[in-house]
């Protein structure tokens, strides 16, 4: 699918959600903001065949989610990084893979008419601050054919718990010895610089109102907000652009000695992967009480992990491989 085609989709999706108005009635779920765009489709698409069934969103990221997972102020949960399995055993969840994403550096830089490429490193040395102009050489050796300002990079990052922080933090980490020394894979890192937003909404936000601003989002907000984002040199050498055949490539290669729960695509091999890409998960509480609401959420989990995954390329995410997604299919259809 072309940019512009996912751009349109992007645009009819609503991104809103509250949880207030389900209490009474329906399944409270809350999760991160990088897989709310293919959770809302989803709600929307199950609730039109099972009238009277309310399923309540909240992209509070995935940090807060957890929290209200853990206070019970939510039925099931949903976050962007793994968990370590001493957090999943003290939670009490299961985590099932439900569709991949990617984190794509975004950047708003008027009049530029071609897209930007940008090397780990080169991410890396802008986001601990010694990159600090559009300019700078190590950006001009990778982008000859563009006419780039001296104007200061205004670094955006997140300013919440966040999955996708995590996710583009790990990919720094595996690709710089710097930043794994000094910054480290985390939800909430220690920003050497930049101005922090909240939400993937949040970042776009600002990116778009920010001229000569970079920072990194999930690939649907980018679409939806018409960002210019850059192809990212992955490990092979290669300039690759986050699209469904590169996710897919990155998926395809994934291999994880522990299972599902441990798998990961961030820096996947393979010539046309995305080194940016990653599982999202849905966190189902192993000890849910019995009851309408466990059948409820049985059955969404269900249809989710079958016919709710084509619904997927359409929003700029990437169904699960259809073995993986039967195999998951069935783990959680026996949970309880």
Known sequence: MTKVAFQAAASLIVLSGSLGSQSQTGLLWAGGTFPAPIYQKWIESFQARIPGLRIGYEAVGS?????????????????????????????????????LGAAVPAYNIPNLQKDLRFSPQLLADIYLGKVTRWNDPEIKALNRDSHLPAENIAVVHRSDGSGTSYVWTDFLSQTSTEWRSKIGASITPAWPVGQGAKGNDGMADLISRTPFSLGY??????????????EVKNGAGNFVPADIDSLTAAAAAARSEKGDENVSIVCAPGARSYPIAAFTWILIDEKMNPG?????????????????????????????????????????????
């Open 217 to 230: 989002v999930e690939f649907f907000y980018a679409l939806r907000y018409r960002l210019s984002y850059g």
């Open 63 to 99: 940090e807060a989610a957890i929290q209200k997972l853990k206070q019970g102020e939510a039925d099931f949960a949903a976050s962007d990084f793994p968990l370590s399995e001493e957090a999943r055993k003290s939670l009490g969840v299961r985590l099932i893979p439900s569709v």
């Open 292 to 336: 309408e609401k466990r059948t409820r959420l049985a059955a969404f989990l269900d249809w989710a992990l079958s016919a709710g995954q084509r619904e997927a390329g359409a929003l700029g995410y990437v169904a699960l491989p259809p073995t993986l997604a039967e195999r998951e299919r069935n783990i959680a259809a026996h949970i309880w």
